[in-house]
């Protein structure tokens, strides 16, 4: 097997880099022959997410709770897609048990234990069988996943710039401090409350796989993000987690 190396090239996300994440794929793909252009790794705060949502249970996430993980979804730039693409890859629990622990905290259903299975198969069956060029087992892309979320540090960075839970800022300024940590164009989305509040809800950062295998830091399509945001100057709250 051929190491994966993770290492993403931009060191405002991490506090070192010296020793990249590694990861084991079987057969890397050259450039262009993965099936997809890029992963988008989507994060959700779960204080705007559980502000609407009836039924969440925050007993699921630690009080010191981050941003958690909402799905790792291979993407193309200008087309949708691609989706279920194994048919004969059906989710199977048991090749994740080690690391359910880390998905109950990190990619937790906030509906309740009763959903965690329903909501990682939906990933897997949607999303990871899509990405089996990269990441061959199911157990490879729930691992890829957790990894590249716990290097980039979204809370670390919003932190860093004066950010915190329970403050208000813009999308502007969110934008611009994570632009910066990640040294690239990153995914920034909004959603009101019942009270009218634009509250700053999911956090989108992409990757591109390069020849041999490497992923790279790459520019996220921005599409409407600025619209659910209304606009750079727009005032934006960051709810309390919990």
């Not at 799905?71 to 691609?82: A, E, M």
């Not at 809800?201 to 992923?215: D, N, S």
């Not at 921005?222 to 945001?229: I, K, Q």
Request: contains cysteine; negative net charge.
């Amino acid at each position: 097997k051929i190491c994966l190396s993770l290492s993403v090239l931009a060191l405002g996300w991490h506090a070192s880099l010296a020793d990249p994440l590694t990861f084991q794929a079987a057969h890397p793909a050259a450039d262009g022959e993965y099936g997809f252009e890029y992963l988008h790794l989507a994060l959700v705060w779960p204080g705007s997410l559980c502000n609407e949502k009836s039924g969440c249970d925050m007993t699921s996430v630690p009080l010191h709770s981050d941003w958690i993980l909402t799905g790792l979804w291979p993407s193309f730039f200008n087309r949708s897609g691609p989706l279920l693409c194994g048919s004969n890859s059906p989710f199977n629990q048991s090749a994740i048990s080690d690391l359910m622990p880390e998905l109950q905290e990190r990619w937790p259903a906030l509906g309740g234990s009763a959903d965690e299975s329903l909501l990682w198969r939906r990933e897997w069956e949607r999303h990871g069988t899509c990405s089996k060029t990269l990441a061959p087992t199911e157990r490879d892309y729930f691992r890829l996943a957790l990894d590249l979320r716990e290097q980039v540090g979204v809370g670390k960075a919003l932190s860093a710039a004066g950010i915190s839970p329970g403050s208000s800022t813009t999308w502007g300024d969110v934008k611009t401090a994570l632009d910066t940590a990640a040294a690239n164009q990153v995914k920034v989305a909004c959603k009101y409350d019942s009270d009218g509040r634009r509250l700053l809800y999911k956090v989108g950062v992409c990757f591109r796989p390069l020849a041999g295998g490497a992923l790279a830091g790459t520019d996220c399509p921005l599409f409407a993000d600025s619209v659910s945001c209304a606009g750079p100057m727009a005032p934006v709250t960051l709810p309390p987690a919990a």
